[in-house]
């Protein structure tokens, strides 16, 4: 793998170098070096930078923003009192994986068998992507089951039993909500409605303390195959045509485009493919700019249309997150001074990285919904209507138990404005508590993270800056200093009063939980989708699209081992379309 190098023609470009994209780039490569393949991403490279290697650094990286995130701002919602919500993609060679939070959830097997049945795409069932997640990954420790890897790129251990919070939380789930049963393994793709009973599983290697991403693991590890091209800091414009046919892509220098300097648009040309890997965000523009979209879209934009394709841009999913804040005791074991420490704080933690790669831096951390329950949730078991994750973050003695809705009703939109111009605004929706089911789950949430803090040993009172704000007097009213509650306690009654100071909470404080999925959704066209089951852009020859814009439905889980499947798929798909040997689909 080298850096640049001047090729006129390359086989296969992938215009954008997200997680999927290094993984399907990877791949290739590997299974024949004689492919000249080209990455264009526009964020910088990653390799053996502390900021991307030690999984806690996230959290600084995200508050101190560097190049490595790009911040999308939506419009104001009515649904959200008039407020935009901020949403962070990664900007980096492995994409979300270089940045994320390093969390290892599964999504639902029935997600999966959603796509094949209900949207028709034959091959992405459960069966078909169990098989590519099993070769992705080495599982590093002893499997209670077998749907884990042992020989794969991507590393999985669990955390180490450094955070009595997150073990008091199962032991209180457990003590008080008897109905829902207990698992080794939440991750099995069949158990993930249940709760956790060992610690947190996470993408990193369990010997060296590493981040797991997709870029060290699937490109960084092939720098003698010259074949492998990265141009990274430049910004893929759009995709160039020749009547119907993709046969390359124009660039241009990010550095100079991002300061607001006049870029000179680059040219690759791409003899067999053209992959467009951009995310939810990008993957849309891209297209857009390339004349593939809504006409109402392209004309205000002024680009001329290819194919009209009105489903690009739309059906934008995430999930909703909600930070629940409470004051612990001082003998809870919390990463606040990683998080939000000085140099002289994080300097014991890091030698200790650097040393063994264990210790706290190789952490991360109604009546509405009865329809959606009959026609989502009543059938498929395996599917978590929300999932939790105790932290222990803020800075001080805190901790903070995340809440997010799996599968919510509301969608979104992302478009272009302006042309060519990759530096424009987007046009971008985020759509979220749209739809009043949505409030419904997320006042569920609430009060169950109440009832399991409250009950907690470390609890020591409710932050209440964080908490609705209830009227005085009420039984929901929040305490700054309290005592934790005996397990057997009755839980807190609500008035609808309290449920509408909770509806309003969310309101104003619900946020992204950096999942962006489904902006080329793989659906039939008539449907509004934009590739079909081979991931071919429909109305144009040789260009895909590979990375999580193209689910057609959300996933209950974080989303980074979605884009694995994606990307391990994605080989295969292109191997077999170009008679490429050397990509199993196991």
Request: with cysteine.
């Amino acid at each position: 793998m080298s850096n640049v190098q001047e090729i006129d023609v390359y086989d296969i470009i992938f215009a954008g170098g997200g997680a999927s994209a290094c993984i399907t780039a990877g791949r290739l490569a590997a299974a024949d070096p004689t492919l000249k393949i080209l990455i264009v991403e526009a964020g910088p490279h990653t390799r053996e930078l502390q900021d991307h290697i030690q999984p806690a650094r996230y959290f600084a990286s995200l508050a101190l923003p560097k190049e490595t995130y790009t911040f999308h701002k939506s419009k104001p919602s009515q649904a959200l009192l008039g407020r935009s919500v901020i949403v962070p993609t990664g900007r980096a060679l492995g994409g979300g994986s270089s940045v994320n939070f390093v969390v290892y959830t599964r999504a639902a097997a029935s997600d999966y068998d959603d796509w094949e049945t209900t949207y028709g795409n034959k091959g992405w069932g459960s069966a078909h992507i169990i098989p590519l997640l099993k070769k992705a990954e080495t599982f590093q420790s002893d499997s209670p089951n077998d749907t884990h890897g042992t020989s794969g790129p991507i590393k999985v251990s669990y955390a180490p039993n450094l955070h009595n919070v997150a073990d008091n939380f199962l032991e209180v789930a457990a003590a008080i909500d008897k109905e829902r049963p207990s698992t080794d393994d939440t991750s099995s793709f069949f158990h993930s409605d249940k709760y956790g009973v060992r610690h947190s599983l996470k993408y990193i290697d369990g010997e060296s303390g590493r981040r797991s991403d997709t870029a060290h693991h699937y490109v960084y590890n092939q720098e003698k195959n010259t074949n492998l091209q990265v141009v990274d800091r430049h910004r893929v414009v759009r995709v160039i045509f020749e009547g119907n046919q993709a046969v390359g892509i124009e660039y241009v220098d990010d550095l100079v485009g991002r300061s607001g300097g006049v870029t000179t648009t680059k040219t690759a040309r791409a003899s067999r493919l053209v992959v467009v890997s951009a995310g939810a965000f990008g993957s849309p523009s891209i297209l857009e700019r390339s004349g593939i979209g809504a006409k109402s879209v392209l004309d205000q934009s002024g680009v001329k249309q290819l194919v009209d394709l009105p489903g690009v841009g739309e059906h934008y999913m995430d999930h909703n997150l909600i930070f629940l804040p409470f004051v612990a005791t001082e003998d809870a074991d919390t990463l606040d001074q990683i998080f939000r420490g000085s140099k002289e704080e994080v300097s014991p933690y890091e030698q200790q990285w650097l040393q063994d790669g264990q210790g706290l831096m190789s952490h991360n951390m109604s009546p509405e919904f009865d329809q959606r329950w009959k026609t989502y949730f009543a059938n498929a078991h395996d599917k978590p209507v929300m999932l939790y994750l105790p932290l222990a973050a803020p800075r001080g003695k805190y901790f903070s138990i995340a809440y997010f809705s799996g599968y919510p009703v509301s969608l979104g939109r992302v478009h272009i404005t302006s042309g060519l111009d990759p530096y424009a605004r987007l046009d971008f929706e985020a759509g979220f508590l749209n739809d009043p089911a949505d409030l419904v789950i997320l006042r569920w949430g609430y009060k169950k993270t109440r009832e399991f803090a409250r009950r907690m040993k470390y609890f020591c009172g409710d932050l209440e800056l964080g908490h609705p704000q209830f009227k005085p007097g009420s039984n929901a009213a929040t305490n700054l200093t309290a005592s934790p509650v005996d397990l057997a306690a009755p839980n807190i009654v609500y008035t609808k009063e309290d449920d509408d100071a909770i509806d309003e909470y969310h309101r104003q404080t619900v946020e992204t939980t950096w999942h962006s999925i489904g902006t080329c959704a793989m659906k039939p066209r008539e449907q509004g989708g934009v590739v079909d089951e081979r991931l071919n852009v429909y109305g144009v020859q040789g260009l895909k699209v590979a990375d999580c814009s193209i689910t057609p439905d959300n996933v209950g889980a974080n989303t980074y081992n979605t884009a694995i499947a994606i990307g391990e798929k994605a080989a295969v798909i292109i191997a077999e379309d170009l008679g490429i040997k050397g990509v199993s689909a196991a």
